[in-house]
């Protein structure tokens, strides 16, 4: 029996940070963007200049949430959501997303 075990690399851990900051950048979006294995370990990390602070680990925990859902990394594709800025951290705010491909 052969077990295929998925995962992501170095290479595309960091071809998927620097399209998602490309995007965030073009939605004039300060955002950090964290990238896990299928381990939900983190395997690259960006904090965009102006990124808030408390940003920093909500990444870091939704990639390891959103680890199961690593069909897109086999297909080169990552998802960039955010909240809007200060506005998204009231109640109600919407939580918007984009797919590319990298």
Known sequence: MTIVKHSIDAEMAE???AAAATKATEL?????I???????????????????KLS????QDKAYTAEPLA?????????LCSRGGAAGAQAGAGL???????
């Open 56 to 59: 920093i680990g909500i990444a």
């Open 34 to 52: 964290a990238v896990a294995d299928e381990a939900g370990d983190l395997k690259a990390f960006l904090r965009m200049d102006g990124a808030p």
């Open 71 to 79: 069909k897109f990394i086999e297909r080169g594709e990552f998802s």
């Open 15 to 17: 071809k998927a940070v």
């Open 96 to 102: 918007s997303c984009v797919t590319r491909s990298i």
């Open 28 to 32: 004039k979006l300060k955002m950090c």
